[in-house]
Structure formats: C-alpha cells, structure tokens
Nanobody, 123 residues
C-alpha cells in the first residue's frame, strides 16, 4: 500500500506556471506506475498525466500535452507535475494516484489516491 499527499496548489493567473508535488510513503513506491487526475466542478474527472514505475514512459491528456511535464524521483519517493502556460481550464483539484497496473493509473481506477491539492487559474 502507498499513501499519497499532494502539495503545491494555489491561485495563479493564466499563463503562469506551477509545480505540484506528490509525496509517497511505502516501501514499494518505486514499483508503482503513478498519475495525476484533475477534478473540476460539473465535469468528469480528467486524466492529466501518467508515468511508469521507472519514469521511462510518460503519457499526457490532450488538453495538457506540450504544457505539462510529469516526473518522479524514486530516491525521494516523490512525483511532480510541472504546469506551464496555465489556462483557466486548468482550475480544479489535482489528485495523484498509484497502482500496480499501468492501465489503472490511466483510466482512473487506481487503488491509491491522495486527498488532492487545489489549483485556481484566473484569467
């Protein structure tokens, strides 16, 4: 089991950058694929990005590709989401997830979820 805690959210203006962090506890962190999801009121939870257990494979949602970068540092039990050129549509609560399955972290059925960090982008 992996416990996840997100941080780094805040209030920013459109065009700004923000870096989210996800701290993981649990001895097997380095074995788990992980991902970020975004929840905006009135909308379905949206896939943002995923990363393989060793960081070699990354995938992004269409709305963020080219602007966001996912990364991880297994030596520190940390995952990150660098968000550049933020748009008002980037507003929401961002959750980090982990699961033994690559597929689960992409479709949002991960076993482990953090409590989220809120990002508000003003225009």
């Amino acid at each position: 089991q992996v416990q996840l805690v997100e941080s780094g959210g805040g209030l920013v203006q459109a065009g700004d950058s923000l870096r989210l962090s996800c701290a993981a506890s649990g001895r097997t962190f380095h074995n788990f694929p992980m991902s970020w999801f975004r929840q905006t009121p009135g909308k379905e939870r949206e896939f943002v990005a995923s990363i393989s257990f060793n960081g070699a494979i990354k995938d992004y949602g269409d709305s963020v590709r080219g602007r966001f970068t996912i990364s991880r540092d297994n030596s520190k039990n940390m995952m990150y989401l660098q968000m550049n050129s933020l748009k008002s549509g980037g507003t929401g609560v961002y959750y980090c997830t982990a699961d033994a399955s690559d597929g689960a972290v992409r479709i949002g059925t991960s076993e482990c979820w953090g409590k989220g960090t809120r990002v508000t982008v003003t225009s």
